[in-house]
């Protein structure tokens, strides 16, 4: 009689399947998203009417349609956002992030709108200046865009006048 060890493994439960199910590693992050912010905020949407809107022109890279937009200029927003509602009024085409990515308010609670799942490739124009950015695609409120710290840095870097 042979006593077994309680220590021994059956390999035939080793290679079950449902037991071990393959490790798969999380999808690689394509360049262009590894350039967005790990978590977005939005510092307010101004309803007392003191904001600053920009009138821009927003042109999609795949389709090359322009579309005129006003733009709320968000200095405490880390990212530069566009509306749901716009985007697909306008059938502007969205690319999918490989992870969500968060969104906050100034006042650290989560934004009602969600996390950002998708985003809009365009070419972004305002006056004389013009970059390609990514806008982050959600639900927005009144407001079609809002640029912020990220286009203000890139646009203040360049001396660009605003007003």
Same mark, same amino acid.
Do not use: C
């Given at each position: 009689?042979?006593?077994?060890? *309680?220590?021994?493994?059956?390999?035939?439960?080793?290679?079950?399947?449902?037991?071990?199910?393959? @490790?798969?590693?999380?999808?690689?992050? *394509?360049?262009? &998203? %590894?350039?967005?912010?790990?978590?977005?905020?939005?510092?307010?949407?101004?309803?007392?009417?003191?904001?600053?809107?920009?009138?821009? &022109?927003?042109?999609?890279?795949?389709?090359? &349609?322009?579309?005129?937009?006003?733009?709320?200029?968000?200095?405490?927003?880390?990212?530069?956002?566009?509306?749901?509602?716009?985007?697909?009024? %306008?059938?502007?085409?969205?690319?999918?992030?490989?992870?969500?990515?968060?969104?906050?308010?100034?006042?650290?609670?989560?934004? &009602?709108?969600?996390?950002?799942?998708?985003? @809009?490739?365009?070419?972004?124009?305002? %006056?004389?200046?013009?970059?390609?950015?990514?806008?982050? @695609?959600?639900?927005l409120g009144k407001q079609s865009?809002?640029?912020?710290?990220?286009?203000?840095? @890139?646009?203040?870097?360049?001396?660009?006048?605003?007003?």
């Amino acid at each position: 009689m042979t006593i077994e060890d *309680p220590n021994t493994i059956d390999s035939e439960l080793i290679d079950t399947p449902s037991l071990n199910p393959p @490790v798969t590693a999380p999808p690689r992050k *394509p360049k262009w &998203e %590894k350039r967005l912010p790990k978590l977005f905020a939005i510092s307010a949407l101004d309803t007392q009417g003191t904001s600053l809107l920009l009138p821009v &022109e927003i042109g999609t890279m795949d389709t090359n &349609e322009l579309h005129s937009v006003k733009a709320l200029l968000d200095s405490g927003a880390t990212g530069s956002f566009i509306d749901r509602d716009f985007v697909r009024s %306008k059938g502007m085409n969205t690319r999918t992030l490989s992870h969500n990515i968060p969104v906050f308010n100034v006042d650290g609670s989560p934004n &009602e709108a969600g996390q950002i799942s998708e985003v @809009v490739d365009v070419v972004l124009r305002y %006056k004389t200046h013009s970059e390609r950015m990514f806008l982050a @695609v959600s639900g927005l409120g009144k407001q079609s865009l809002i640029l912020g710290y990220d286009w203000l840095k @890139v646009s203040y870097s360049r001396n660009m006048i605003i007003m």
